[in-house]
């Protein structure tokens, strides 16, 4: 078993596929980490916002979260009936590719692409958030957590969803179990109480007010906290990971992930609330998450509290799961339609799209570097991408079944679809309007002007495929007009067995032949290596063809001043075309294969480039033929 086959598995056979899709139990961890792992930094970057109001900051986030969780309810019924209505793939780039047009479908992709890799860096860095939390001695140490915990996601995803979703249903769970009893034991304290419960770790005193509550800084506070809200799309945009029959594995994963997100929010908002537990600066020393202030003030700080911020941990560093499955099946269709390169549509070795994990690692990576895996820096760039693609997606739904209504569909069920559409887009478009209003200038403007920019990169690269689609296609049938062999030029450094093979070839493919050398030593040597050159191709070429009646090569030698090949054979190439216009020229370059990865280190890759100069000629009647030979190993040698 090699190294590879140890960390991402063997690989697996097409048959394998649909064996490797997942059902609801294993849906929740592969797509409903993002949604749940924003319970912890929805609701703390609500209360950062309100952090001026002093101890009245608390008083408030009841205010904020309702409407969140009351939107919430309206994306969890139009997404219901998106996955219906597109059970193989639901997500915003299809909705409006087959609704809206490609200018909206390629917004939607763009904005989904930007929003998963900042969903990767804002859950892994409020992972690390609630570790720092926990155990202040590692502040220093954010960055490297970040990147470590990246790492691990990465590998665990190029194993596949299936395996994915089994390694992190047990943190997920787990959070599930530990949060909800912190929920419903806060929640027993408090009535019990009268409303007045005791902290058993108090949490730190609030700051002196230094504004007053206005409806802005609500509105800042709501745009703040529906980055909740972003991994509600999961399921939509992974339909393709579901086994049969999707709809309903889907429909379960969704409900699950609204139903459990719903109750986090409100909960949390009601202990923060009643707890009087406000934000902390995440740069702050002796910095506390908002979710282990209230697991310390319900639990104590025992076994149960690490219990509990442990399981917190993995969720929110694992959360960028979600990304992982998505990012590279939104690739994949965007590839499908030549808005991306091909590779990315392209299943490697554990049936995933290998190139969109490897992508959207290195790019949320380079997000982690650039902002010091701070939840806060990174915050203010989330969210817009997300609600501008439910808007779209909500949008295309609503002519989707005007579409329907207008075709004189009989169920009547379309117009109540229509109406839960069109308020889901009505809301959603809202709320994007508040958020980029409320983040503008703390760093949105960054978003803003990144999607054009992603948008052209798209449109550009199917340019490309579309010109090269009309460059390769075949107006007519095959042309049998000129079938005469080519001119064959064969590089030699000396005679070997790699000249032989190579010039062995080149006589089987063309009568002509000519044998090319570049004379590299200096001047007064260049004679002496010339003449035993000579010498030798007439001992060990020219003679034994003659004795079989064939025709001998050409030995053409070349002379450099600065011992470059490459400029005397272009020169060689056009006195060739010259003397005959109307022949093809076929270059055959021997190459030794190289197995071993020290082996390029050991090699002068002069073939190499000189293959690289000649396909950049472009010419159309010259072609260009590696021939290569592999060194027997060590352990291959007769003894």
């Known amino acids: 078993m090699s190294v590879l086959d140890l960390v991402l598995g063997r690989r697996l056979a097409n048959r394998e596929f649909n064996e490797r899709k997942i059902g609801a139990f294993e849906g929740l961890p592969a797509m409903g980490l993002d949604g749940l792992g924003s319970s912890a930094y929805g609701p703390e970057a609500a209360l950062s916002i309100l952090i ?21 309810a309206i994306l969890f019924a139009s997404y219901w009936q998106t996955v219906r209505a597109y059970p193989s793939n639901g997500g915003a780039y299809i909705v409006a590719r087959d609704n809206l047009g490609t200018n909206a479908s390629l917004l939607a992709a763009a904005a989904l692409m930007v929003d998963y890799v900042l969903n990767v860096a804002v859950g892994i860095a409020a992972g690390v958030g609630a570790l720092v939390s926990a155990a202040p001695a590692l502040h220093p140490y954010i ?72 409806l802005w800084l609500l509105l800042r506070a709501f745009a703040s906290g529906c980055t909740a809200m972003t991994g509600v799309e999961a399921v939509s945009n992974g339909m393709t990971a579901f086994r049969e029959p999707t709809v309903k594995y889907g429909h379960r994963t969704l409900t699950a992930i609204v139903v459990i997100l719903g109750t986090l929010l409100l909960g949390i908002a009601f202990l923060a609330h009643t707890y009087e537990i406000g934000a902390m600066s995440q740069e702050q020393d002796g910095y506390r998450s908002v979710l282990s202030q209230i697991s310390a003030a319900v639990l104590g700080e025992g076994v149960l509290y690490y219990t509990t911020i442990g399981s917190l941990l993995c969720v929110l560093a694992f959360s960028a799961n979600t990304s992982f499955v998505d990012f590279p099946r939104l690739c994949r269709v965007v590839a499908e339609d030549g808005f991306l390169p091909k590779s990315f549509a392209i299943a490697g070795r554990r049936l995933v799209f290998d190139v969109g994990i490897l992508y959207l690692a290195v790019t949320s990576g380079v997000l982690l570097i650039a902002f010091g895996g701070i939840t806060d820096r990174l915050i203010p760039l989330f969210a817009i991408g997300a609600f501008l693609t439910f808007t779209i997606s909500q949008t295309g739904m609503v002519w989707h079944w005007r579409r329907s209504i207008t075709a004189g569909s009989s169920n009547r069920g379309n117009k109540t679809h229509l109406a839960l559409n069109t308020a889901g887009a009505l809301t959603t478009g809202v709320a994007l309007i508040v958020i980029v209003a409320a983040k503008l200038l703390e760093g949105a403007w960054i978003t803003i002007v990144v999607l054009p920019i992603v948008i052209v990169l798209l449109k550009n690269i199917r340019s490309y495929y579309d010109r090269l689609f009309d460059e390769l296609r075949v107006p007519a049938p095959i042309k049998l007009s000129d079938l005469s062999a080519p001119i064959a030029m064969v590089t030699l450094e000396s005679w070997t067995k790699l000249s032989e093979n190579a010039l062995t070839f080149a006589m089987s493919i063309s009568p002509d032949v000519i044998a090319v050398h570049l004379l590299k030593l200096s ?41 470059n090949l490459q400029l005397p054979m272009m020169k060689l190439i056009d006195q060739i075309k010259a003397q005959h216009p109307s022949k093809r020229i076929a270059v055959l370059i021997p190459d030794v294969v190289k197995d071993r990865w020290y082996q390029h280190l050991l090699h002068t890759h002069r073939a190499a480039r000189l293959r690289s100069r000649l396909l950049r000629l472009r010419d159309e009647d010259l072609t260009v033929i590696n021939v290569s030979l592999r060194i027997k190993q060590r352990a291959e040698h007769p003894q």
Do not use: H
């Open 143 to 214: 960055l490297p957590l970040c990147l470590a915990i990246l790492v691990i996601v990465t590998v665990v995803n190029l194993r596949g969803t299936l395996d994915a979703g089994r390694v992190f249903a047990l943190p997920t769970y787990l959070f599930i179990v530990s949060f909800g009893f912190v929920l419903a034991l806060g929640a027993y304290r408090v009535f019990s109480s009268g409303g007045n419960p005791q902290a058993l770790v108090a949490p730190p005193a609030a700051g002196e007010a230094t504004e007053a509550v206005t």
């Open 52 to 72: 001026p109001l002093g101890a009245g900051a608390t008083s408030y986030i009841g205010w904020v979260m309702v409407p969140i969780v009351a939107l919430l």
């Open 523 to 563: 001047r007064p040597d260049q004679e002496e290596e010339r003449r035993k050159l000579e010498e030798r191709w007439r001992a060990e070429v020219e003679e034994p063809l003659a004795r079989e009646g064939l025709s001998p090569p050409r030995l053409v030698i070349l002379q450099s001043e600065y011992r």
